[in-house]
């Protein structure tokens, strides 16, 4: 095996992307199909210099918004995007020594597991600080599993939103609801939290610019709470209001969702089994 491994993908991805497949002209004495580093460099925002260095091997710690403009620029596909994040963390040896802070648990403590059952019907879930699914009530299953948010076996708010192009079509507000999870997952960061800012390289790289440059972004508070439009295959249009309870001693969230109006309310009775009328306000 090289000693080198992410260089030479590199150096092989940009030989077999031609310049007409990123809008550049191809220009007289090429000498090869692909595109030439200083065109691959400007693309990527990156001097050549630090190019040459990376297909080199003389400089292996590209930034995750480094290696996401690459994976861009390269068109990779979400195969090689993976492939290309293993690469450059195998190049730096990171083994995830992170003594100081603890990894988020997937442990749920028996009283919240009692609680969501007691929220039944109502959309309820548990995430972590990257936005792992961990446990959900039948009620959100009925909600997420027709948009594709529960397929893959460890479910993830942040990545469902970012790399599933079905969310596009599940959130009318798709452009609001991204910019509100990247600036949560911003803050979080900045705690200097190694696991969430492993997550966000990697999201980086297999999410892409859409991503990355909401990172980016100048900090704004988060927006934790508010109403999410989903266009529900089965129940229609529904808005709903998250509530967000920040569980104690643990990194974990609870989210509920209720209705904002009456036909929401009507759709998503409908659609969990929910027969209203039974709660008695005092």
């Known amino acids: 095996m090289s000693e080198n491994e992410l260089g030479d993908f590199l150096r092989n991805r940009r030989a077999a992307v031609t310049p007409a497949e ?19 460099a400007g693309l990527v925002g990156v001097s050549v210099e630090y190019l040459t260095r990376l297909e080199q091997g003389r400089d292996r710690r590209p930034s995750g918004q480094v290696l996401a403009a690459l994976a861009d620029a390269l068109r990779l596909t979400s195969e090689e995007r993976v492939h290309v994040r293993l690469l450059a963390r195998a190049a730096t040896g990171n083994a995830f020594s992170y003594a100081a802070v ?6 749920i403590r028996p ?7 007691r929220l039944e019907p109502a959309p309820a879930l548990l995430v972590d600080r990257l936005g792992d ?11 997420a599993r027709p948009l594709g948010i529960l397929d893959p076996d460890q479910p993830n708010l942040v990545r469902y939103v970012f790399t599933d192009p079905r969310a596009r079509a599940a959130y009318p507000d798709w452009e609001r609801i991204a910019d509100e999870h990247a ?24 999410a892409g610019t859409v991503f990355s440059r909401r990172l980016a972004a100048p900090a704004t508070p988060p927006r934790r709470v508010g109403v ?12 709903l209001e998250r509530e967000i309870l920040d569980l104690a001693d643990v990194d974990q969230t609870l989210v509920v969702y209720l209705p904002c109006d009456e036909p929401t309310s009507a759709a998503l009775d409908h659609l969990t089994g929910r027969h209203p009328g039974a709660l008695r306000a005092v």
């Open 102 to 107: 603890e990894p988020p648990t997937r442990t």
């Open 133 to 143: 699914v961990l446990a959900f009530t039948n009620g959100y299953e009925r909600l």
């Open 22 to 40: 990123v809008g550049l002209p191809d220009g007289p004495r090429r000498r090869a199909p692909g595109l030439r580093r200083s065109e691959l």
């Open 183 to 206: 600036a949560i997952l911003r803050t979080a960061a900045s705690f200097a939290d190694p696991y969430v800012q492993d997550f966000l390289d990697g999201l980086a790289i297999t």
């Open 111 to 117: 009283t919240v597991r009692a609680l969501l059952d």
């Open 228 to 239: 999410e439009r989903l266009a529900h295959p089965e129940a229609g249009e529904l808005r």
